[in-house]
């Protein structure tokens, strides 16, 4: 009899101990469960909106733009400059790249290979955030032939990199790529 009573002691423990860990199982598997619907739309509600993730990029066709013609339009709500270079201003931008200047940039760091033709920059001002002229036709271009911000001075040359003036930087090329040979995306 002693020896039923040890062995019905062995198997009520090996049950036991299963039917703790199938609770101890369940019970994280409930609080995992629950943390999840929670978590879930806690971080969903964090993500940009349709209209946010629409204005972080947009496309311009370049198809249409002659040689020495610059557009403006607008990226995030701020002023975008994309000009073709002509080869005379390649050539003119490319004789300055060694030039000294207060945010040194080669022609090439400022345009993409295959297309140093095509200039993408912001326009606004590095000083103060103004929009300098020199994108539209007609417009005063600066001592540089590029822009010209009548404000405080500042003369970018047709790359847009500062040569004179109190702007401290060259203006902003935005992140962009080529989607075909007419259209680019920024952003």
Known sequence: MASDTAAMSDTDTDEGVRRRDWIHIAALSTAGVGAASVLIPLVSQMAPSADVLAASSTEVDVGAIQPGQSIKTTFRKQPLFVKRLTPEEIAEAKADDGANMRDPQTLAERTKEGNEDILVTMGVCTHLGCVP??????????????????????????????????????????EYSFKTDAVIRVG
């Open 133 to 174: 002229l020199g994108a539209a036709e007609g417009e005063n271009k600066g001592e540089f032939g590029g822009y010209f911000c009548p404000c405080h001075g500042s003369h970018y040359d047709v790359a847009g990199r500062i040569r004179k003036g109190p702007a401290p930087l060259n203006l902003a090329v935005p």
